[in-house]
C-alpha cells in the first residue's frame, strides 16, 4: 500500500472522542513495550508519528491516526507490564473494551505479539476474549529480527499453541528490516474493503 499522508487527529478517553466521519478502522492491540507505536510508524513510513517509549505504559489514551485521508489507524494502550496503579489499568481496560465493542467502523483488531516471548496470561485473556466476541484479529509476532531465522519456528508455534491458532495466521514482522510489512498492509486492506 503507497502511504501518501499519515497524520495524528485526536486521543480519547471515550465516545466523544472518537471520529465521527465514519471511516473504517483498524486498532492496534497489544501488552506494552510490544511495539505498537514502531509498527505503526513502519507502516506509514513515517518515524515520528507515534511516538515510542522505553518506558511500557506510555499511550494512556486512543489515538487515532488517519491514513491517507480514507481510514484510521487506532493506537490502543498497552496492556499488561505498564507501571502505572492498577485503578489506571482499570479504566484503561473499561475505554479499551468499550472502544473495540461499540466503534462503528472497526474493521480489525491487529493484535501484536512479541515473537522473543510466550503469550503470558494477559495476552491469552484478550485472545479469549476476542474469540468470544467473534472480532476479526489479524495476529503478527513483533521483532522478529530479534530472533534468528532458523530458531523463529519454534517461537511461532509457541504463540500458535499457547493461542491455539494456526502458525501460518501469525504474521512475523519487522519495523528494523520491513519484514512481513507488505504482508500485514494486505491483511489491513482487505479488511477496509
Not at 68 to 96: H, T
Not at 102 to 118: A, G, M, Q, T
Request: charged share 25%; with cysteine.
Amino acid at each position: 500500500m503507497k502511504v501518501v499522508s499519515a497524520e495524528f487527529i485526536r486521543a480519547a478517553v471515550d465516545e466523544r472522542g472518537w471520529p465521527k466521519d465514519n471511516l473504517p478502522q483498524a486498532a492496534f492491540a497489544g501488552r506494552s513495550n510490544v511495539g505498537k507505536s514502531s509498527l505503526i510508524n513502519s507502516l506509514v513510513n513515517r518515524k515520528g508519528l507515534v511516538r515510542t517509549s522505553s518506558t511500557p505504559g506510555k499511550t494512556r489514551e486512543i489515538n487515532f491516526f488517519l491514513v491517507n485521508g480514507s481510514f484510521y489507524f487506532v493506537d490502543l494502550p498497552g496492556f499488561g507490564f505498564a507501571r502505572v496503579p492498577g485503578r489506571v489499568q482499570e479504566s484503561w481496560g473499561e475505554m479499551i473494551e468499550k472502544y473495540l465493542l461499540e466503534s462503528p467502523r472497526l474493521n480489525l483488531i491487529v493484535f501484536l505479539l512479541d515473537i522473543r516471548h510466550k503469550p503470558g496470561e494477559n495476552d491469552m485473556m484478550m485472545n479469549r476474549w476476542l474469540i468470544d466476541r467473534s472480532l476479526p484479529a489479524a495476529y503478527v509476532a513483533t521483532k522478529a529480527d530479534k530472533i534468528a531465522r532458523g530458531a523463529r519456528r519454534g517461537h511461532v508455534e509457541a504463540i500458535s499453541d499457547c493461542l491455539d491458532i494456526p502458525m501460518e495466521d501469525i504474521i512475523q514482522f519487522s519495523s528494523v528490516t520491513g519484514e512481513g510489512k507488505d504482508r500485514l498492509w494486505e491483511t489491513i486492506r482487505k479488511s477496509m474493503a
